[in-house]
């Protein structure tokens, strides 16, 4: 890898980032006078939107969250190859979490994750929304939909033949997305997780 392969590949990692850093959680209810950071459970993403605001401003925050993951992946790769696309994929998560756009308050990785993985592996995103889309319908909880998919994220793309470092990147997002549901695990131990129609508090 020479110097330019190496700045090109560096570059793409950086605009993953900065890509994740443009949260729609806050952009989208900001559009309707809304600061989402003082609303409901004040966490800028489509679930809270969706409780707070409403379906059509969730649906919103979802494609540009997903497209954001999308893309990250698509410059990655052209970059480097799919090493990369997971690499800037993960950049574009960690931008969503800690977005520097928004004083490094961002939202839970969950939809930018979902977005890399159906550009580099589409099949396993669809098992994988499967899945998310089966636990938020018996539980009406989209943490737990969100933990469940993620947790079954490195499993499917082994199952797809990824191996090393993809699978590497891709269990760091994972376990990003993870660390960031950490107030909801402890609220669905205790019992007293938000459905998905019900406002938080």
């Given at each position: 890898?020479?110097?330019?392969?190496?700045?090109?590949?560096?570059?793409?990692?950086?605009?993953?980032?900065?890509?994740?850093?443009?949260?729609?959680?806050?952009?989208?209810?900001?559009?309707?006078?809304?600061?989402?950071?003082?609303?409901?459970?004040?966490?800028?993403?489509?679930?809270?939107?969706?409780?707070?605001?409403?379906?059509?401003?969730?649906?919103?925050?979802?494609?540009?969250?997903?497209?954001?993951?999308?893309?990250?992946?698509?410059?990655?790769?052209?970059?480097?190859?799919?090493?990369?696309?997971?690499?800037?994929?993960?950049?574009?998560?960690?931008?969503?979490?800690?977005?520097?756009?928004?004083?490094?308050?961002?939202?839970?990785?969950?939809?930018?994750?979902?977005?890399?993985?159906?550009?580099?592996?589409?099949f396993a995103a669809l098992i994988l929304l499967?899945?998310?889309?089966?636990?938020?319908?018996?539980?009406?909880?989209?943490?737990?939909?969100?933990?469940?998919?993620?947790?079954?994220?490195?499993?499917?793309?082994?199952?797809?033949?990824?191996?090393?470092?993809?699978?590497?990147?891709?269990?760091?997002?994972?376990?990003?997305?993870?660390?960031?549901?950490?107030?909801?695990?402890?609220?669905?131990?205790?019992?007293?997780?938000?459905?998905?129609?019900?406002?938080?508090?």
């Amino acid at each position: 890898m020479d110097a330019a392969d190496l700045a090109i590949r560096a570059a793409a990692i950086l605009a993953g980032y900065l890509l994740g850093s443009i949260d729609f959680g806050v952009i989208v209810p900001r559009m309707f006078g809304i600061d989402i950071y003082g609303t409901g459970s004040g966490n800028p993403g489509a679930s809270n939107v969706l409780r707070t605001v409403g379906r059509r401003e969730a649906a919103l925050v979802l494609v540009g969250d997903l497209a954001k993951g999308v893309v990250a992946a698509v410059l990655g790769d052209l970059a480097g190859g799919p090493v990369f696309g997971f690499a800037a994929g993960l950049a574009a998560v960690v931008g969503h979490c800690f977005p520097v756009w928004h004083r490094f308050r961002g939202g839970k990785g969950v939809a930018a994750a979902g977005g890399m993985v159906f550009y580099l592996e589409p099949f396993a995103a669809l098992i994988l929304l499967g899945v998310f889309a089966l636990v938020v319908g018996l539980t009406r909880k989209a943490s737990l939909g969100s933990l469940a998919a993620v947790a079954g994220l490195v499993p499917a793309l082994a199952g797809f033949g990824h191996r090393g470092w993809s699978l590497g990147l891709a269990g760091a997002a994972a376990a990003l997305v993870v660390i960031r549901h950490l107030p909801n695990i402890r609220r669905l131990l205790g019992r007293q997780e938000h459905t998905i129609e019900e406002p938080a508090a």
